[in-house]
């Protein structure tokens, strides 16, 4: 019992000394400071508009109607109370501009009350929420060229507010569940013993498939209009087209091209093991991967963004009529600063959303930028010490995702590596990767914390 306690005070001393020194050493990564009160003033806003919607609802159907804007805006007052929103001073101050620059010449979106913010979520995206918030995400800034391309999403987004889809599509879909028609046969089909579900099912994917029609309808008209809002800000019109192109084929975009792991994770004295990413044997996975089975149709509509080759087909002669803008109004030095900072922030808040295959991912990624390789190093050895500790907790599935097809190959690789490794290995590998950068790291505050704690985790297996 004493040897114990020994052992245990002697890694504490050890824990403080390597505090003291980094306290002394190079400054840490420094992540975007958010303005809490901004995020705050935001969040009040979101709900009086909840409140003011729920009272326009009207007796009739107020039931369907609070049940629905209770479901939507409990999400976005999560968001606002999240650290998925970016509210640092100079990046909302940026994209602020670029929004007043497009109000400014459309008098009519000047009455409507949005709320615009970046956010630091992985998927390339942005949306317009029901009450006037439009979220742009890092995960999409990052492949831009330009502030044009920045405009027109920002326009399209504000189309889709001007012209209330979202208010649309809340009060088709609170007039079909509550018709009379809809509600008999639900009844009906929770009285059936036999075949209920099948029919549920089918009821369900009639609905569905309405509001699929409904929702591309939306995009063509958030599309024309965003055309006609980017017209008087002068832009470049050809944003349109490179941006819709991006959107396209942005599943199969990376930032920085994956290090393969046997590269990554293949030490000296701890060689990397083939038979953690080697794919099965069997027939099935034998198949071409590319066959899905799944009609060109079929496969464009599981992308993050359809139907974008059609969108640009019915906006081409509208734009070659035009006269070629700018690619950059506000401030092109910003942009480039923002995306520069954005992957960061990304692979960050995956970790904090105990994203842990994700921040891993983007992790090692980091490693191939020069001015953040330090920042890559210590994500990636905090990230596997925490993978360590939620599989010897046997809490290890919902903080990594499972092998699809359609993540790219080096993901499914990473995922098939983390599904397989064992802690013992998951151990070693860490130690080996600390221990392979500890010189470099000498003086980054934290790194030697992560150090210790893979020495203690591979000492457990001597």
Not at 111 to 123: A, G
Not at 437 to 457: Q, R
Request: proline share 2%.
């Amino acid at each position: 019992m004493m040897a114990i306690f020994r052992k245990s005070i002697f890694f504490l001393l050890i824990l403080c000394s390597f505090n003291a020194a980094a306290q002394q050493g190079t400054p840490a990564y420094s992540f975007l400071k958010d303005d809490t009160v901004l995020r705050k003033k935001l969040y009040d806003q979101t709900v009086l508009k909840k409140s003011v919607l729920i009272e326009q609802a009207g007796k009739e159907q107020s039931k369907a109607y609070k049940e629905i804007y209770n479901e939507i805006f409990d999400e976005i007052g999560s968001m606002w109370k999240s650290s998925r929103v970016i509210t640092e001073a100079n990046t909302y101050n940026y994209l602020d501009n670029v929004v007043k620059k497009i109000v400014a010449v459309n008098p009519e979106l000047k009455p409507l009350d949005f709320k615009i913010v970046f956010t630091r979520d992985w998927w390339p995206n942005a949306s317009c929420m029901t009450d006037g918030t439009i979220v742009f995400n890092a995960g999409l800034i990052i492949y831009m060229e330009n502030e044009a391309e920045l405009a027109f999403v920002l326009c399209h987004e504000m189309a889709h507010y001007y012209l209330q889809h979202s208010n649309k599509a809340i009060k088709k879909y609170v007039e079909t569940v509550t018709n009379k028609d809809f509600q008999a046969e639900l009844k009906r089909l929770s009285k059936q013993q036999y075949g209920a579900n099948k029919e549920l099912e089918a009821l369900a994917k009639t609905t569905a498939f309405k509001s699929r029609k409904h929702s591309r309808d939306n995009e063509s008209e958030a599309d024309r209009y965003a055309f006609k809002f980017l017209k008087q800000t002068g832009y470049d019109f050809n944003a349109i087209t490179s941006c819709l192109q991006l959107l396209d084929k942005i599943d199969d975009s990376l930032l920085y091209q994956p290090t393969p792991l046997p590269q990554a994770f293949s030490f000296a004295s701890y060689p990397f093991k083939k038979k953690w990413i080697n794919k099965e044997t069997s027939i099935f996975s034998q198949l071409d991967e590319s066959s899905s089975g799944l009609s060109k149709k079929e496969q464009d509509s599981l992308k993050t963004h359809p139907d974008c080759l059609k969108r640009i087909t019915m906006l081409k002669d509208s734009i070659n009529q035009q006269i070629a803008g700018k690619q950059f109004i506000v401030n092109e030095a910003i942009f480039k600063q923002l995306k520069a900072d954005f992957f960061a922030e990304i692979t960050e808040e995956c970790y904090k959303q105990e994203s842990l295959s994700r921040n891993l991912y983007y992790s090692m990624q980091l490693l191939q930028d020069e001015h953040k390789r330090t920042l890559g190093i210590y994500s990636v050895a905090r990230c596997l010490n925490t993978l360590y500790d939620v599989q010897q907790a046997k809490k290890l599935g919902n903080k990594i995702d499972t092998e699809d097809k359609q993540y790219s190959t080096h993901y499914n690789d990473l995922l098939r590596f983390l599904a397989r490794v064992r802690l013992e290995e998951l151990a070693n590998i860490n130690y080996q990767f600390c221990i392979q950068y500890e010189s470099l790291m000498t003086n980054y505050p934290g790194f030697d914390k992560e150090l210790l704690k893979a020495k203690i985790a591979k000492n457990n297996y001597q």
